[in-house]
């Protein structure tokens, strides 16, 4: 393939200059587009999402789901999206008008911003960054900030209350998810989304690090507040949670906000444990290995839509116990687990050279890794099955004594 | 001669948001505006950073200092709503904070500006130092032995002495 055509982005600055351009204008028209062309994505994609999400939400519930607007329904959230904007938009009177009117701004841009290191295939990124997956975990922390602001703004006690939710379950899961995500980073030795791709051409890292990626996939789903996760917006306790008062397109940017992130969490999913772009023939068409990174972020993305609607919202205080007594604990005996298998088989000389992307050279490191993660799998497991029967067996010691306070009443009949 | 070009105007445009910002801390009437006017001085820091080739900083001053640090302050704020709208602008003890913020104004003239621009200093366009570490070796002089492992365990224990204590004091009692 032509060198030019691979990504017609970088190359664009030298065709304005050659063309006549001076060179600050030229690369000041190329950063615009790449800008535009990557934040413009993910927005186009959101009103795809909402109906993929409608629709699977309606077949797991034994409905058709939308189906009137357009082939299968497909035009419904660009009439839905229409309508919003059309809708009158309300301040409150006793809102605070500047915080108010920014949170949504705010909440949108925290998740745009993630998908300036997403790589999209090996010629295709926004900036792959030497700190890029650092970066995704600080840009995360903005939208926090975000429905706070919207929460605090709104002067509704409903809103507040969303919004110290937030905070409990955000900060908290973002914990064991940073924890998680340090393993890749060990077997990569960087931080760069880029490098971490292409360090899992040879094995995908959700084979060596599979209880991380399975913390990552939890935690992820209660950053972005999805079910069973959804406190921050419990219909039943909160009305609608920090974003009651918004209307119009406002709760439209906090709408979009929401199913952007869903999707963006398991597209980062798919980057950091299920090899990104990589795949057959990726390195020479680069377009294939978008597709590739598409295909894997999809079928993430629909299981997780699946879980969605299966499974019922747990209460604010098992969520947190979940958290602290559980996530965090176990991450952490991970990190070190890994951590020290990945020493042993340093030292042992089975681990794979850096930048390699034999399969076979991955299997000796990959497998005691699993072999490590699958014993503490199974230690975990034991570990919750004594404890339950624990606690069975003290509940049934209080109710049998309870039983024997009982009868005597009972036997009088 | 300062000349315009890209990273002078990013300069200038973090300055203003970190001195605005901090300016609008200490003007504001409402807590959360304070708060929020802190975050965006906190930015312009994080901006500062990735001028000065340090990404690594920039992101964990995003991370540590917006994600955590300011997001608790507002937190804290939201739940004193009877703070959120004070009468004066200044307490008592104006003056003494007007001379700590005087004195560190001027340490930092002669312990920064002095010996870099001044007589005999580094001329203004010359680096102070031409090494440009990457995150390798921040974590690599963090814990490699003769570099910087000693404070960094300081660092260590007193963080976690001061999550035990959070703790203790939180906790009920009789528990």
Redesign the interface.
């Known amino acids: 393939m032509e060198q030019a055509c691979i990504n017609p982005i970088d190359t664009l600055a030298a065709c304005l200059i050659s063309a006549g351009a001076t060179a600050e204008l030229a690369s000041f028209v190329q950063i615009l587009i790449g800008v535009v062309l990557i934040s413009a994505f993910p927005l186009v994609l959101v009103i795809l999402l909402i109906w993929v999400e409608r629709k699977v939400a309606a077949r797991v519930q034994d409905r058709l789901g939308p189906n009137r607007v357009g082939p299968f329904g497909l035009l419904q959230n660009v009439a839905d999206a229409v309508k919003l904007i059309l809708k009158e938009d309300i301040t409150p009177a006793g809102a605070d008008r500047l915080i108010y009117n920014a949170a949504p701004i705010i909440a949108v841009l925290s998740v745009l911003l993630i998908w300036a290191v997403v790589p999209f295939s090996p010629a295709h990124i926004g900036a792959d960054l030497s700190i890029g997956l650092l970066y995704f975990v600080a840009i995360s922390s903005i939208g926090t900030l975000a429905i706070m602001m919207a929460g605090w703004a709104s002067n509704n006690k409903y809103a507040l209350l969303g919004a110290f939710r937030v905070v409990a379950q955000l900060v908290s899961y973002e914990v064991p998810m940073v924890v998680a995500l340090l393993i890749p980073v060990l077997l990569a030795g960087t931080l760069s989304m880029q490098s971490l791709v292409r360090a899992q051409i040879g094995m995908w890292f959700i084979v060596p690090c599979l209880v991380s990626a399975i913390i990552f996939y939890i935690s992820n789903l209660a950053e972005t507040g999805r079910a069973p996760f959804d406190l921050i917006e419990a219909e039943s306790e909160l009305v609608a949670g920090y974003n009651i008062e918004y209307s119009g397109m406002k709760f439209g940017l906090f709408m979009a906000n929401e199913f952007m992130h869903a999707f963006t969490a398991n597209l980062l999913f798919a980057v950091l444990f299920l090899g990104g772009w990589s795949g057959p023939g990726a390195e020479q068409y680069p377009l294939l290995g978008f597709v590739y990174l598409m295909l894997k972020t999809g079928v993430v993305y629909i299981f997780s839509l699946i879980l969605r609607a299966t499974v019922p919202r747990v209460r604010i205080d098992h969520m947190m116990a979940f958290n602290w007594k559980f996530l965090v604990p176990v991450s952490i005996i991970n990190l070190l687990i890994a951590a020290l298998l990945i020493q042993i088989t340093r030292l042992l000389g089975i681990a794979p050279a850096p930048g390699e992307t034999d399969f076979l050279a991955h299997v000796p490191q990959a497998f005691i890794l699993l072999l490590g993660n699958l014993a503490l799998i199974g230690g975990i497991l034991q570990a919750l099955r004594s404890s339950g029967r624990r606690d069975r067996l003290a509940e049934q010691a209080r109710t049998h004594g309870d039983e024997t306070a009982i009868i005597p009443v009972g036997s009088g009949d | 001669m300062l000349e315009l070009n890209a990273t002078t105007l990013a300069f200038f445009v973090f300055a203003i948001l970190s001195v605005g910002g901090a300016l609008g801390v200490v003007t504001s009437r409402?807590l959360?505006?304070g708060a929020?006017y802190l975050?965006i001085s906190l930015f312009g820091g994080a901006g500062f950073f990735i001028l000065l080739s340090a990404?690594?900083l920039a992101?964990?001053q995003?991370?540590v200092y917006?994600?955590?640090i300011?997001?608790l302050i507002?937190?804290a704020v939201?739940l004193t709503r009877s703070m959120t709208n004070m009468a004066e602008v200044v307490n008592r003890q104006w003056w003494l904070s007007a001379l700590v913020g005087a004195l560190l104004l001027l340490m930092l003239a002669v312990g920064v500006i002095f010996p870099v621009w001044g007589d005999g200093g580094l001329l203004p366009n010359q680096p102070v130092s031409d090494q440009v570490a990457?995150?390798?070796e921040l974590g690599t002089a963090f814990v490699g032995g003769e570099d910087y492992v000693l404070p960094f365990e300081v660092a260590s224990l007193l963080l976690t002495g001061a999550m035990i204590g959070a703790i203790v004091l939180a906790r009920d009692t009789e528990a």
């Open positions: 409402n959360i505006h929020v975050i990404p690594f992101a964990v995003v991370l917006i994600g955590a300011a997001i507002i937190f939201m990457t995150t390798d």
